[in-house]
């Protein structure tokens, strides 16, 4: 380029004269940036070369006079927007890194830990505990109902298409998260404003209700995605599938297709009908209150809907949707739990906890309750109370009743459970009374004596400041043991304590079961320490085994919903704590207390029977403890706040409701004798001397005091 001392000269091309003006640009922003798209215009801002010819709108290329000032400020220009170009674009990358890690840690920084697909049985669960007979006929429910595990498998086709075209009909396409699904539900929600669409599919619906929170929030949305294809990735198609009919909401306390179909129709799955599967099928959009809708609207509007889907996806034809469409939902009554067995529930969940590490949430718990005898037992001692118990001044009871292999038949532990929860069968702690003797004169049978043995009857002084005196005040003499045992005299009770030690006295009354805590006083020969129902009949079971303890039991098994048992109740050798010569005393001494003595209340017309009653003192508790070959059962009647009675005897209210309840219950059994009643004395001539004197001499005795006699025949059988 030519330049002299005037400076340079540029050198141009010739232009049309009407164009000159626009050619000759002085900066680069006089460029017609805005004829260029838009990336060209990005690129001409930060990246524009000065030396650079532009093209004019008719091709002509442009040509600027140099400045050296000016290309320099160009230049620093040019330096200066590259920098805020990079300053820009490192910023937008870093703010976006930043923000997605931000966003990441907000969506998932809590994200809980997928259980391993057998925990998702168990897991989010509350305890739900199903308690069944020995049949296997549900006998009450405490909590939800699961219902047993189906397998999708075993179903009818149309079970499984009813909820995948209700819930997700992609279900076996998608990877866990149908994505358009979300995008079109989000969309028709943000039309209407509300939420009108679910975008979610049945995998994650089994993460929503199994592992998640209910909250409906975008964390929560991710969370569930999230989950879900990891689920995919675990278990197949068919064991989500499982998962979702058996943990589902159904309303009305059930879980489950199971447990629907059993609560609403009182069928099996498999028995349902197009109609009754549809219809259950449109419940967990909003079970509660579908079904609370005496006329169901909802519910039948959604089942048409789930029917038209089935139609649509060629699950069945469009006159079988009408059918079903037009078919009544009728449900079966409902069923609700035995006010009987409550006591029996509460026993049962304290029973597992001990047998158990952890009691499953599921468990469905076969116990050893006989309905009827329940019924009966419950049946006789409302009935005695309300007839005669409240005009004298009991007002509350209890009854066991055991079976002589150990099963539970009946826990009474009250009257109505829905005022008092306590189980007075097997918490009550009260003094046993005269029904502790048993373990006396067991103890002075094993020591060697014998039912013939002869004791006086007399006021004496037993132990340091201590007279033991009979219920009567009065006193016969000469006595005969089973006599003594018979007519409950407390003096041969106390006088034989003291002969064989109190400490045996105790040790044979745990030995046979009862498990309280028993002080060796010589009073306890007249049952002055607590102890409850259930370890007194416990106790008397050794006498009905011949010998054998009794271990009662009221769980035979425990299994979960799918049918997996967790535990069983094993049989094993009866501990032996009595020899047979002492069981046969004790049943010749016990059953006189019901033929002659006085528990003949309790006598049953076919049946031997034995036992023994008792009463405390100023008649807080009233005792009747009795037994045949088969069943060993007692009675307890008194208050809670411990008043007394008016003169309610174990002989009176007690052995009148053991009378009632055993002559139900023994309905069902075939009468077999007690060894050693009825027995023929194996007695030598000079025990069969000393029998006959003794004989005569308290028939003397009592002969010179007819008054005494009458008393004792009297007051003390009602005793």
């Not at 129709?265 to 579908?290: C, H, N, Q």
Request: charged content about 25%.
């Amino acid at each position: 380029m030519p330049c002299n001392k005037t400076g340079c000269r540029a050198y141009s091309i010739h232009v049309p004269q009407r164009q000159k003006k626009r050619l000759i640009l002085k900066h680069t922003r006089n460029l017609k940036a805005h004829k260029l798209d838009w990336l060209e215009s990005i690129r001409s801002y930060f990246f524009w070369e000065p030396n650079r010819a532009a093209m004019g709108r008719y091709g002509t290329k442009m040509v600027t006079t140099y400045r050296a000032d000016i290309e320099q400020a160009r230049r620093t220009r040019l330096r200066r927007r590259r920098a805020t170009f990079v300053a820009l674009i490192l910023t937008l990358t870093i703010g976006a890194l930043i923000s997605g890690v931000l966003l990441w840690r907000y969506l998932f920084s809590d994200l809980p830990v997928l259980p391993q697909p057998e925990e998702l049985w168990e897991v989010n669960r509350e305890v739900s505990i199903e308690l069944v007979d020995m049949d296997g006929t549900r006998l009450l429910q405490r909590g939800p109902l699961y219902g047993e595990a189906v397998n999708p498998e075993d179903l009818p086709d149309y079970i499984v298409q009813a909820f995948i075209a209700a819930e997700d009909r992609r279900f076996y396409e998608h990877d866990g998260a149908d994505f358009f699904a979300i995008f079109r539900a989000a969309f028709a929600n943000w039309r209407a404003g509300t939420t009108v669409q679910g975008g979610s599919t049945l995998t994650q619906q089994v993460i929503k209700n199994l592992v998640l929170t209910p909250e409906q929030t975008l964390r929560r949305k991710a969370q569930e995605v999230r989950l879900a294809m990891q689920l995919e990735g675990r278990m197949s198609k068919n064991e989500i599938l499982s998962l979702y009919l058996n943990r589902i909401f159904l309303g009305n306390r059930s879980f489950g297709i199971d447990a629907a179909a059993e609560t609403y129709f009182g069928k099996e799955p498999e028995d349902l009908t197009l109609a009754e599967v549809t219809f259950i099928a449109a419940l967990p959009k909003a079970p509660s209150r579908m079904v609370a809708d005496p006329d169901l609207v909802d519910a039948r509007e959604r089942q048409r809907y789930i029917l038209s889907q089935m139609v649509n996806e060629g699950f069945i034809t469009l006159e079988e949707a009408q059918a079903a469409s037009e078919e009544p939902i009728e449900f079966v009554p409902g069923q609700s739990d035995n006010p009987l067995l409550e006591h029996v529930a509460d026993y049962v969940h304290d029973e597992l906890e001990q047998l158990l590490p952890e009691i499953p949430p599921d468990a469905v718990v076969t116990i050893t309750i006989d309905l009827a005898a329940q019924e009966a037992a419950h049946a006789a001692l409302q009935e005695t109370i309300e007839s005669e118990g409240h005009d004298r001044g009991a007002r509350n009871g209890a009854a066991m009743v055991m079976g002589a292999d150990g099963r539970i038949l009946a826990m009474v532990g009250g009257l109505d459970y829905a005022q008092s929860q306590f189980n007075r069968a097997t918490q009550a702690m009260r003094q046993p009374g005269s029904s502790f003797k048993a373990f006396v004169y067991a103890a002075a049978m094993e020591s060697g004596l014998h039912p013939y043995t002869v004791r006086v009857d007399e006021h004496r002084e037993v132990a340091r400041d201590w007279s033991p005196r009979n219920y009567t005040g009065r006193y016969v003499g000469p006595v005969r043991l089973r006599d003594a045992l018979a007519n409950s005299i407390n003096t041969v009770a106390a006088q034989l304590t003291m002969e064989v030690g109190a400490d045996n006295v105790v040790e044979m009354a745990h030995r046979l079961g009862v498990g309280t805590d028993l002080e060796p006083y010589p009073s306890i020969a007249l049952g002055s320490d607590e102890t409850t129902l259930f370890d007194l009949v416990r106790a008397y079971g050794a006498f009905a085994r011949n010998g054998d303890r009794l271990d009662p039991f009221l769980i035979q098994r425990v299994e979960n919903t799918r049918g997996d048992v967790i535990y069983e109740r094993t049989n094993y050798p009866p501990a032996r704590v009595l020899n047979e010569r002492v069981v046969e005393d004790m049943n010749e001494m016990l059953g006189r207390v019901v033929t002659r003595g006085s528990g003949r209340r309790a006598l049953i017309d076919g049946w031997t029977v034995a036992g023994k009653t008792g009463t405390t003192q100023n008649w807080r508790d009233a005792w009747f403890i009795g037994y045949t070959s088969q069943v060993i059962a007692g009675v307890w009647l008194g208050n809670d706040e411990n008043e007394p009675m008016e003169r309610v005897t174990g002989g009176s209210l007690p052995a009148q409701v053991w009378h009632d309840m055993m002559s139900d219950i023994l309905q069902g059994y075939t009468p077999t004798p007690l060894p050693g009643i009825g027995r023929r004395d194996n007695l030598s001539d000079e025990q069969l001397a000393r029998v006959d004197f003794y004989n005569e001499l308290g028939d003397a005795f009592l002969a010179a005091q007819p008054t005494q006699v009458a008393v004792l025949s009297s007051q003390q059988a009602r005793q």
